[in-house]
């Protein structure tokens, strides 16, 4: 994943630079990481994405919020429908329903 | 009078008609929870909710007669609802729908890689004890254009498949995961960059549920 940076020369230090790749290759890779988390790849696809993110510290760090933020999102909290509101409602809806 | 979906698995399908006071009564207290948990996290407010358990359960009355059980009950009440849902967020907000490409998701800065807010050795239930992530995740779902929104609460929060979530939606199985990826892109993005108060609640006020 590459970063802006004012100071070309540093870019040749970032790690998609040193192993011979750049931000298309990091796109690429962003594309899919929904499909490779999801299990979704063929295994060979799942090979290349995990040499990729051995390699790139960034796409490393984005997949692992990436992969943080599906948790947190599997585990969203909802408050629960009190009692007292449960039954107000049936007793709505089944004054409406028996009317119609 | 006993009903007819007594007994069974709530997504099971009812073996008749839904026309006694009974069997629907058991349809509601059945799915009320599950339909109540949905609406609330498409609309994000408890008294809309409300209004969409309502709306979907009367739907649902109306229309059990040409419900034919080809797909749970449950998958019928959320496409019901979803519908529901939409219609209301469109009459009182006018959201606009808008498509989300790849490229806006690429980081262009420090601090756009991680999570403002670490979750490092913790459980997502103690993480979101904090109630300053829990505001940010809200409030990131709440930015999801509604078409965004609605695969993502779905696949990722009510759990269901791809394929599930097609047949609620009317798509096909690669535009479902197209759309969730970008959703979880953006969610992500919004949890990165929004400069989130580190010194977030620990979560003592009131209870919530997975």
């Known amino acids: 994943m590459r970063r802006r940076s004012r100071t070309a020369p540093a870019e040749k230090n970032r790690p998609h630079q040193r192993h011979g790749h750049g931000k298309a ?17 063929p295994r060979e696809v799942c090979e290349e994405i995990r040499r990729h993110l051995g390699a790139c510290p960034n796409c490393e760090e984005f997949i692992e919020s990436l992969k943080q933020t599906i ?9 629960p429908l009190s009692s007292t509101a449960k039954a107000r409602l049936r007793r ?3 004054e409406v329903a028996a009317s119609l | 009078m006993k009903s007819r979906s007594q007994g069974r698995h709530p997504g099971a399908r009812p073996s008749a008609e839904l026309d006694e006071p009974a069997a629907f009564d058991q349809l509601y207290r059945d799915h009320v929870d ?22 979907t359960f009367l739907n ?5 007669k040409k419900f034919r059980g080809d797909a749970q009950v449950s998958t019928w009440l959320y496409t019901i609802a979803s519908r529901a849902c939409l219609r209301m967020r469109r009459k009182r907000k006018g959201e606009p729908e808008r498509e989300l490409s790849l490229e ?3 980081p262009t800065s420090e601090g756009e890689f991680k999570l403002q807010i ?39 929060m009510e759990g269901l498949s791809a394929k599930e979530v097609g047949t609620i939606m009317g798509l096909n ?10 959703a979880r892109l953006f969610v992500r993005r919004e949890l990165s960059a929004r400069g989130i108060a580190r010194q977030g609640g620990t979560g003592t006020e009131e209870r919530m549920v997975p």
């Open chain 2, 60 to 64: 649902a009355y109306r229309g059990f």
């Open chain 2, 118 to 156: 670490p979750m490092d050795g913790l459980t997502p239930e103690e993480a979101l004890q904090n109630k300053e992530l829990r505001r940010a995740l809200d409030q990131a779902i709440e930015k999801l254009p509604p078409k965004y929104r609605m695969v993502l609460v779905l696949r990722d």
């Open chain 1, 92 to 94: 709505q809806i089944l």
């Open chain 2, 104 to 106: 806006e998701f690429i």
């Open chain 2, 34 to 55: 599950l339909i109540y948990r949905f609406a609330q996290r498409l609309c994000g407010e408890a008294d809309a909710a409300k209004d969409i358990v309502q709306d």
């Open chain 1, 71 to 79: 948790t947190l999102c599997r585990h969203h909290p909802v408050r």
């Open chain 2, 173 to 182: 199985e690669r535009a479902v995961k197209s759309r969730l990826h970008r």
């Open chain 1, 25 to 41: 290759h990091c796109l690429k890779i962003l594309k899919q990481l929904s499909a490779y988390l999801d299990e979704e790849l």
